[in-house]
């Protein structure tokens, strides 16, 4: 859980950090003239640069002590919310410090001084005459040191991508976590990349619609619009990009892992039946035990999953998942090819070690290992079984009667049973459902039944990762209309001309919504991009394929809800902006 809501917090200060950017990129462009003004008047670039950093470092740092002071009832309430849901202990008490309040505002101030360096530089880079002129008409083209720490940047977040495919170790290994980590590191270097390149890219966008959206008035007006000033409009598209990709990827990570393990899990499974109980609630060993002994049951073997500590090549200690089976039935109830060694030599006091750890660590069949239990009990086993399997699968099984007394609670996730050849099912499932009815919430059903409810139960199970969507993909919504309102009132006098020159307010609104559309289908187009990559990278590692089930009505739901976004951010200042007479505006901009 610390380290998901870790996580969590890095993709907030990301996303912060890349609003922040835009914010004041959108309000150094409506203050060009001020700026000037500044220039001319004998400031210096650098007291410029001084002064727009200056106001993020202030705006960060009250925002930051707000933040810190408010976090403390939110991390009271989030404790007990995941309290309830037992996800932490009820016990675990709130121990709020000074060093965390610095921290949160320290961190606050330091990503608001980062992400307001690029607007800076773009307020402080031109020389006075220059920039007055610039107050009425802005640069068309794109800086060439931009254009290229954007290429840099992009260049970077797709090594990455390649880097962590080529790894291409299952996601529970280490080599594996690095690789993951690899992959998602390379999504703010996306995002960077769009920021810097966006003037560029939102050219090649308009390029494209620019015919189709001549053939009205208010898309005429956009096209014009846009290409007069790319960095505004590339300024307005950058945070629906970082709301849409943050948010698809949350979502469809999500939906990746539960469908690669389903699929693994559904090709690994052999057994005829399955006694499992209600969910996050298992089996008592000794009903395991009583079920292998019914007659017509050919193997039967409870599974317990946990964790031990591995010693591998050069004294290097390791986490591993590990599952408890029954050495003389588990091959006959799930399907690992071997590699090495064999299964009839699986017995007590043995390990079986999957392929990807065994070459990791530097284990062989017939070869030792060090680990220690679960409590923490050393122990040393020999490799009888190098098996081949995926990235969803325990990396170590051991015998089960060996893990049982080492777990707080002994008990077993699920008991897999095959039938012996012959034998009358239905007497077979009376017998089993007799042994546990004594136990409430055991439920014996056919492998296609246990599939079914496997993928029931994920499926519900995947709250967390939807309200984290909301409140990131909120929070990025609420940025991206603050974005949206600075931009629009900054053409308060463009719309007063329009109307001095006999244009109606239906004619602004229209290409006011054209401009914004426009914006607003480029960010979902990046954000689906830099999300599409990033998520066949995913899917690579866990599956081996590029392969990428789209939740389709959740992703539909971000689009909707980006478009929502455009809409507000631009339609609703466009038509304050509206009310006061056009020469009243004139004279107030």
């Not at 017995?347 to 392929?355: I, K, P, R």
Request: some cysteine; glycine content about 10%; overall charge positive.
């Amino acid at each position: 859980m610390g380290q998901f809501l870790g996580t969590m917090a890095a993709v907030c200060l990301v996303i912060a950090a890349f609003v922040i950017s835009s914010t004041l990129s959108v309000s150094v462009s409506q203050r060009r003239r001020e700026l000037a003004l500044l220039r001319a008047v004998g400031a210096s670039s650098g007291r410029v640069r001084a002064l727009v950093v200056g106001e993020a470092v202030l705006v960060g740092g009250l925002a930051g002590v707000a933040g810190a002071l408010g976090g403390v009832g939110l991390a009271s309430a989030g404790l007990r919310f995941f309290a309830n849901q037992g996800l932490i202990p009820r016990s675990l008490p709130l121990t709020p410090d000074p060093t965390s309040f610095l921290a949160g505002a320290g961190v606050a101030v330091v990503t608001a001084a980062v992400a307001g360096t690029l607007p800076a530089w773009r307020a402080s880079r031109i020389e006075p005459g220059e920039a007055l002129r610039a107050a009425e008409l802005p640069p068309r083209r794109t800086g060439a040191g931009r254009r290229l720490w954007g290429l840099v940047s992009l260049a970077a977040g797709v090594g990455l991508l390649l880097v962590s495919m080529a790894v291409a170790a299952p996601v529970n290994t280490p080599r594996g976590a690095i690789a993951v980590s690899t992959l998602f590191v390379s999504v703010p270097f996306l995002l960077l990349a769009v920021a810097l390149l966006g003037p560029v890219l939102i050219r090649g966008v308009v390029g494209v619609v620019a015919g189709p959206l001549r053939t009205c008035f208010g898309g005429f007006m956009a096209s014009r619009s846009v290409q007069a000033d790319l960095r505004r409009a590339a300024g307005v598209a950058v945070p629906i990009t970082v709301m849409v990709a943050t948010a698809s990827i949350l979502l469809f990570q999500d939906s990746t892992t539960f469908v690669a393990k389903s699929r693994n899990y559904g090709q690994r499974l052999e057994a005829d039946l399955v006694v499992a109980g209600p969910h996050q609630v298992g089996v008592p060993s000794v009903i395991s035990d009583r079920l292998a002994g019914v007659p017509g049951v050919r193997a039967a073997s409870g599974v317990v999953s946990t964790q031990i500590f591995v010693v591998g090549q050069n004294d290097e200690a390791s986490y591993a998942e590990a599952m408890g089976v029954s050495p003389n039935a588990i091959s006959q109830v799930l399907r690992l090819p071997v590699v090495s060694g064999s299964w009839s030599a699986f017995t007590e006091g043995t390990l079986a070690v999957s392929q990807e750890t065994a070459t990791t660590q530097g284990w062989s069949a017939g070869g030792n290992i060090n680990y220690r239990l679960p409590d923490g009990t050393p122990a040393t086993g020999r490799v009888a079984v190098v098996y081949e399997s995926d990235a969803t699968f325990a990396n170590v099984l051991l015998p089960r009667s060996e893990l049982l007394p080492h777990l707080r609670e002994p008990f077993d996730t699920a008991v897999y049973m095959t039938l012996a050849s012959g034998v009358d099912r239905a007497t077979v499932e009376r017998e089993l459902r007799r042994v546990i009815h004594p136990v409430p919430g055991l439920v014996l059903t056919s492998r296609s039944e246990h599939l079914e409810q496997m993928a029931a139960q994920s499926t519900g199970d995947n709250w967390i990762v939807s309200l984290f969507v909301v409140l990131i993909g909120g929070y990025a919504g609420i940025s991206a209309i603050n974005v949206l309102v600075g931009s629009t009132n900054g053409q308060r006098r463009q719309f007063a001309l329009l109307r001095l020159a006999g244009a109606r307010r239906g004619h602004v609104l229209s290409w006011v919504t054209v401009e914004a559309a426009v914006s607003v289908v480029t960010g979902i187009l990046w954000g689906s991009l830099i999300s599409g990559a990033v998520m066949c990278g995913y899917a690579r590692l866990l599956t081996g394929t590029f392969w990428v089930p789209l939740p389709l009505a959740p992703y539909l739901l971000i689009c909707c809800a980006a478009v929502a976004v455009g809409m507000v951010g631009s339609l609703v200042p466009a038509r304050l902006a509206m009310r006061a007479r056009p020469l009243e505006a004139m004279s107030t901009t």
